[in-house]
């Protein structure tokens, strides 16, 4: 079984600050895992994965996120905040071994707030 | 690239109505697409996963006979929730995989934009 965990509820950050949003997983093989971003009354925008290679993925609008395998972790991180990437933020995980047709299992969700 | 429409963005219709949602790629072909249920600030429920030309694969606990899920094209899967009742409403979310993905699981899903549905 496969599963996500975010800590977070929610995160506040001033503006100009780094922010991160905590991630770890459970699987029983090798991870894909995913961050995911949420505006009011949309739907998911994919924001960066990591497959294999390099421990630090980038990703858009500036985020970046570190897998930590001894940790099993994924948190996702940006250097300097700003309002507009206050949000829903989703982190995703695939299990590479199972089947399942390409299931992803979500965690709850952080919402960030980015203030002046 | 990698464009998913969902339409109607909003419903609001009476209970005992029957509602249908589409979901389209619009510039790729989609093997396998996804429904979603997400309730007021939780995250998302997999409702069901659909691939094009056979029965969709429900998740537990979710019934068949209510939420009808149609498959027919690589680019066009259709929800129909019958019968709604307010216990329905919610904010449902399609996904589409590429072609590529359905083979290689390293891709991620591409989601529509929601269906906003309120059973009054």
């Known amino acids: 079984a496969q599963s996500v965990a975010q800590p977070e509820d929610q995160v506040n950050v001033a503006e100009g600050n780094p922010l991160t949003v905590k991630c770890t997983y459970s699987v029983s093989g090798n991870p894909y895992l995913f961050w995911y971003v949420q505006y009011p009354n949309r739907g998911l925008q994919f924001l960066l994965k990591?497959?294999?290679?390099?421990?630090l993925v980038k990703g858009s609008y500036g985020f970046e996120a570190e897998f930590n395998k001894s940790q099993t972790s994924f948190h996702l991180k940006k250097p300097s905040a700003l309002v507009s990437d206050s949000a829903l933020y989703f982190c995703?995980?695939?299990?590479?071994?199972?089947?399942?047709?390409?299931?992803?299992?979500f965690g709850t969700g952080t919402q960030l707030k980015v203030e002046l | 690239g990698a464009v998913v429409s969902q339409h109607p963005s909003r419903v609001i219709c009476k209970s005992g109505t029957s509602v249908k949602i589409e979901c389209r790629s619009l510039?790729?072909?989609?093997?396998?697409m996804f429904w979603y249920r997400q309730f007021p600030k939780k995250s998302l429920m997999l409702m069901a996963t659909?691939?094009?030309?056979?029965?969709?694969?429900?998740e537990q606990g979710v019934e068949k006979d209510k939420f009808l899920i149609n498959h027919a094209s690589l680019t066009l899967s259709t929800l129909t929730v019958t019968s709604a009742h307010p216990e329905d409403s919610s904010f449902y979310i399609c996904s589409a995989i590429t072609r590529q993905g359905a083979r290689g699981s390293n891709q991620p899903q591409h989601f529509g934009d929601g269906t906003r549905l309120s059973i009054l």
């Open positions: 510039d790729f072909q989609a093997t396998t």
């Open positions: 659909s691939n094009e030309g056979s029965k969709a694969t429900y």
């Open positions: 990591y497959i294999t290679g390099d421990n």
């Open positions: 995703a995980v695939r299990d590479v071994l199972t089947g399942g047709g390409n299931k992803l299992t």
